[in-house]
């Protein structure tokens, strides 16, 4: 009985930092990515609600749609279409970078991305 009263805290402690974490996600990250033709910079401006992220993704002109989008403490996974292409992401949160791994096809592609105040 004690171990139940010890437990729960920890579970409510640990439930709120997630939270806290996924929302600090919110807003806008700016960033860029190398790729075999170049450095392209990228915009994302993200909302999250509970563990659910969405938002856009500006790169080359254009503005993508975030789908399937998802935040799991300090892990980030979504993609966007380009161009009839999936890409991929999957990101580790530290503070206010995300270390972001792009997966367009056999391509992947790896950047920072800062969090704008």
């Given at each position: 009985?004690?171990?139940?009263?010890?437990?729960?805290?920890?579970?409510?402690?640990?439930?709120?930092?997630?939270v806290c974490?996924?929302?600090?996600?919110?807003?806008?990250?700016?960033?860029?990515?190398?790729?075999?033709?170049?450095?392209?910079?990228?915009?994302?401006?993200?909302?999250?609600?509970?563990?659910?992220?969405?938002?856009?993704?500006?790169?080359?002109?254009?503005?993508?749609?975030?789908?399937?989008?998802?935040?799991?403490?300090?892990?980030?996974?979504?993609?966007?279409?380009?161009?009839?292409?999936p890409v991929?992401?999957?990101?580790?949160?530290?503070?206010?970078?995300?270390?972001?791994?792009?997966?367009?096809?056999?391509?992947?592609?790896?950047?920072?991305?800062?969090?704008?105040?």
């Open positions: 009985m004690m171990s139940k009263k010890l437990f729960m805290p920890f579970v409510l402690v640990a439930a709120m930092l997630s974490l996924a929302a600090d996600l919110a807003g806008k990250w700016v960033g860029s990515v190398d790729t075999a033709d170049g450095v392209i910079p990228i915009t994302y401006k993200f909302s999250v609600e509970g563990e659910t992220l969405k938002g856009t993704a500006e790169a080359m002109s254009q503005t993508m749609t975030i789908q399937n989008g998802r935040v799991k403490a300090d892990s980030v996974f979504f993609e966007v279409d380009y161009n009839g292409m991929f992401h999957t990101g580790v949160i530290s503070g206010d970078s995300i270390r972001m791994q792009l997966e367009l096809g056999e391509d992947i592609m790896e950047g920072v991305f800062v969090k704008q105040k």
